[in-house]
């Protein structure tokens, strides 16, 4: 009798483990343990997800190039950007003649997008910070995306509500949520449907649309309100914040610095390092 009650524990701890770090992505360890799994499945990442590059240029690239069409200069911001899949879908789009800034909380990660995207270094600049405090100004940004990690965030509403908050009048919001069988496994990190689209329309958000897009995810797009007007080019010094005090930020060569004596840090692989 001992040897089955062993082997039932055994199976217990190995469904425990299981559901924690493969379904929940260590999203009920802590925000530790996420940054963790990401950092160690980074360099075979995209070999996990498998990425459709059709998929990806029909569903993501082509759709938010048309969203910006009459955007001058477009300014997008992808929220836990990983290895930049939205970044290299949206590049070779022919008609996009934008710049990209990826925020990330994993450090191999973005070492991995750094890679992924260096033929397009001089229009995409990658950040090392937390989703939850965004270091850029109100309405900066033309389009931000957040794409499948919103439920495996320590507080996914307040990300919206940081996503919203850096986007544009008129600007484009497009981001994802979890269904399928293995939602039901993530209590209190996922939503129906209509239960999402409501969350969006209380942030004032418009034009709220959800379209199947995978097995385990819809994607949702959302304008928000308000009339764009021209902005053109801007210098990342013009939108950069500090994360400590919310001052501007200054580049003076390999940091930038606000006026309270705070300093961003610039990696070897260019990577600004909000949150060293």
């Known amino acids: 009798m ?44 995209d070999r996990i997800k498998g990425f459709n590059p059709g998929y990806e240029q029909w569903f993501l690239g082509l759709p938010l190039t048309q969203a910006l069409a ?35 909380l994993s450090r191999k990660m973005l070492q991995q997008a750094v890679q992924a995207t260096a033929v397009w270094s001089e229009r995409i600049t990658f950040i090392h910070q937390d989703a939850g405090q965004l270091p850029f100004p109100d309405a900066t940004f033309d389009a931000v995306a957040c794409l499948e990690a919103l439920e495996f965030m320590p507080d996914p509403d307040k990300v919206l509500r940081e996503m919203v908050r850096v986007l544009r009048p008129g600007g484009f919001l497009l981001t994802t949520n979890r269904i399928g069988k293995d939602a039901r496994w993530l209590p209190g990190r996922t939503c129906k449907p209509e239960a999402f689209e409501a969350k969006l329309r209380a942030l004032s958000l418009e034009m709220v649309q959800t379209r199947l897009w995978q097995e385990d995810y819809d994607l949702i797009s959302a304008v928000k309100p308000g009339v764009r007007g021209p902005v053109g080019m801007r210098r990342l010094e013009e939108i950069l914040r500090c994360p400590r005090c919310g001052q501007p930020l200054r580049r003076q060569e390999a940091a930038f610095h606000c006026a309270n004596g705070h300093t961003v840090p610039i990696t070897p692989e260019g990577i600004l390092d909000m949150a060293h």
């Open 70 to 104: 009459d955007f001058p200069d477009p300014l997008v911001l992808d929220v836990a950007t990983g290895t930049a899949r939205l970044a290299r879908t949206l590049f070779q789009q022919s008609h996009f003649r934008g710049r990209l800034i990826g925020v990330d």
């Open 2 to 45: 001992g040897w089955i009650i062993g082997i039932v524990g055994l199976l217990l701890i190995g469904g425990l483990l299981y559901w924690q770090l493969i379904l929940a992505e260590g999203a009920y360890l802590g925000r530790r343990v996420v940054i963790l799994l990401y950092d160690w499945s980074a360099r075979i990442y």
